[in-house]
């Protein structure tokens, strides 16, 4: 079974650029979640998806991050414009739709490093 | 809100010797608690969870967890550390009722020869 698919893997940006990551989940996961992880931090969620509609996404500074799940399947995160401070990895995780006890399987990331 | 603490950032076993992660919840309703695992570069990678079917809960790699509702723990243990466990490790809770994860801020295990 192929697991939770992400590119990039790593990107480098300026300052006030944008940029998009794209996160394709395990075939049949109900559930996408985007985590950002800052160095030395655990994972904080950024958003969830249930399908193609958007479940939780309290901790996403919307004035700059937006993100979509077009046909409940794959999903883009967007940053507009960038800041120092989202220099992070960006974790895109997957589950099925059986409530908390479900694992969620994480993809490999994408490291974001904006100078 | 339900979250969990790790203490210690880092803790340094020698090979062969016991592994011990601490992670404590906090949590006014039983909590689903999960252990995952990074390797550098890597995605997370579950270990183990806790679902309130036992309370001794064993997972990957030799590792296992016991929740403890009367300390609020759910300590993370392998009896003898192989150089390959070297990672970070984290601790997490599943608010009841929902699905998305809240993480402990990750302790780096250090493993030498």
């Known amino acids: 079974e192929a697991g939770v698919a992400q590119s990039p893997r790593y990107k480098i940006i300026e300052k006030r650029q944008s940029v998009a990551f794209w996160c394709n989940p395990i075939s049949g996961h109900a559930t996408l979640y985007w985590y950002q992880q800052i160095l030395g931090q655990g994972p904080k969620l950024l958003i969830q998806f249930q399908n193609n509609g958007v479940v939780d996404d309290s901790q996403l500074p919307k004035d700059r991050f937006s993100a979509e799940r077009l046909k409940g399947v794959d999903s883009t995160l967007k940053i507009q414009p960038a800041k120092l401070e989202d220099s992070a990895v960006y974790l895109c995780a997957s589950s099925s739709e059986r409530g908390g006890r479900t694992e969620a399987f994480f993809g490999q990331g994408t490291r974001l490093t904006v100078v | ?113």
Not at chain 2, 7 to 22: I, K, N, Q
Not at chain 2, 26 to 41: E, R, T
Not at chain 2, 85 to 103: I, R
């Open chain 2, 1 to 113: 809100a339900q979250s969990v603490t790790q203490l210690g950032s880092h803790v340094s076993v020698s090979e062969g010797a016991l592994v011990l992660l601490r992670c404590n919840y906090s949590s006014s309703v039983p909590p689903y608690l999960f252990w995952y695992v990074q390797y550098p570069n890597q995605g997370l990678q579950l270990l183990l969870k806790y679902t309130s079917a036992a309370t001794l809960v064993k997972g990957i790699n030799g590792f296992e967890a016991e929740f403890k509702k009367s300390e609020t723990s759910f300590h993370l243990t392998k009896p003898s550390a192989h150089m390959s466990d070297a990672a970070e490790y984290f601790c997490a809770v599943t608010p009841t009722g929902f699905q998305k994860l809240v993480f402990g801020t990750g302790t780096r295990l250090l493993v030498s020869p």
